[in-house]
């Protein structure tokens, strides 16, 4: 009898494709779900959510294309996302660059290997909800990306949240930097990966992205030259020039729990300094505390540096115009003399 | 008779013959032949005469030119070329960094394999300078030939005279070159400024270079001052080698394409007359007091 009903149901359905109202049936019941291997596998999906989603104008077999009847008795395959975000799809899916990036990542590259806890697309943008990181609700949303990705790394995520960062998005200041404004979104690389924005050559530029933003850091009142000061240091020219060993902004700084030198957790506070420094400078005592750091020599705030530049700029100058005016003399006299004999 | 005597007496022949003509007079044979004689004689011995002074001039001229003093001994040489060379590695392996943005570094770079490599050019260059600043004071101290140089290299009120006077011979007011003594100003200006530049650029270089050993003894400050002076008289020093040591020794038209004495040590009795006459004149005195010295009595 079911059997007939069945079929009956399936020719029903031919030639119109089900709607939504029709798979929330069962699927809109939050105790629906099965048994497997011994455990209950929730198979509820919220329709109020799921409507509210960048994906609820859709019905759900434009994505479970393999289901054709309902009920279906077969399990349906997993979707893939690829299936409409693709290059030249026909449905308006927005495809960039990011699928393609993902593929590169250390991600993607475990998963390849066969990791369980390896995410995919729906691991950050969930499977029924994905919405647009620009919505305050989505987990992707940079308020919220913190939370994301610190649900898988824990001990990151502790670090960060003590960090200056952290402090400023929670106080609203959504320009603070989150996880993928260091490590990239979706092509997430480790450091040790010199296509990383966390390489030794790449963090200096990394950190620039908002330190050497004006309006940013005026913003954030942080001060902005430091980019700029320390690519004209001697740590950034042998940095640039091949001296991966060369302090960079993090080997200061540290990463996940950046704190401003006011903190005396940080590393950068002056008492801090002398065990900062003296991971690579063996001799570093209380001295490297004494003066200024990322100074612009052309500028007043780099103190005494600013008086030695001033002087070397005019005492430079003034010497090359005497120099010049007694070569421009001498040919002179050479050229007069020259005539006079002719004459 | 050979050819130009046959052309003398031809010469002199159509001489006797046009004079006599204008004045409508008749010689015998006789006494023609014997005028014509004499004066071919007295024509060939002036022109004789002539060549031999001519000769004597040249060769005399010659002489001087191949007359030859020391001015600078092989010590003195040596300390030059060791700096030029050493100051040549720093300059070239030093710019890159201060000019680090420009395509030229970042070849240079390129080239030499990056500043891990370029650093300990650099720094050979430094060891070659700091040889000679040791090696110099130990000339200037220890040898009579150092002692006695560096006493003329010290600077007197004679050299703002003769800076004065050169403006003014050179702006056409005076004929009158300045008589320079061993030194002129010009080359006590180029000694003094690399000896600034030799105290600043070692001292600031060697807390650079041995920064780990000076961290627990100066402030950092003093490495930022460092730093920037190293890099600042570093252009000056450039420049000043560049534009007025190359000028003086290379690119002025008197010299050009450049004064061999600092290298062979010699100069020419011609132009240590012109360029140094008082230091000629003391030698001569000298050798003539001696001279007169050795006379035995």
Redesign the interface.
Known sequence: MTALLTILLAFLQIGSSPQNTRCFLCHGKKDFGVMEDGKFQSLYVSPKQFSASIHGKFTCVQCHTDVKVIPHFIRPQKVSCLQCHFEGNTVGAPVKWMPEKYKDSIHAKALAEGNPNAPDCETCHTTHYVKSPSDSTSQTNRRNIPDLCGRCHIKQFESYSKSIHYKALENGMLGAAVCTDCHQEHDVLPPSDPRSALSAEGVVRTCAKCHADTLLMARADVPVQQPEAYSESFHGIALENGMVKAANCTSCHGHHDILPASDPNSPINPKNLPKTCGKCHPHADKNVAKGKVHIIPSERSAGIVFYVYTFFKWFTLAVLVFLFAHIALDLSGFIRRKHARHE | MNKADARLDYAADKMIGELLKEEKVELDEKFRAVLKGELVERIRQHVEDKRRQEEERVRKEEKSRREYFLRFGLNFRLQHLTLAVGVLILIITGLP?KF?DTLVAKIF?EMT????VSRVIHRVGATLLIIVSVWHVLFITATRTGRNDFKQLLPTPKDLKDFVQN?K????LSKQKPRYGRFSYVEKFDYWAVYWGMVIMILSGLL?WF???????????????A???HS??A??AT??IV??HW?NVHF???VFPFNPTIFTGNISKEKMIKDHPLEYEQMITKTEAQRKKDVPR
């Open positions: 960094i680090h770079f394999g990056g500043i891990a403006i011979y050179l702006l056409g650079l920064n780990n050993f000076f961290l627990g003894i100066v402030p950092k400050f003093m490495f930022d001052i730093t920037e002076v600042d008289e252009m000056l420049l000043a534009v007025w000028y002025n038209p008197e």
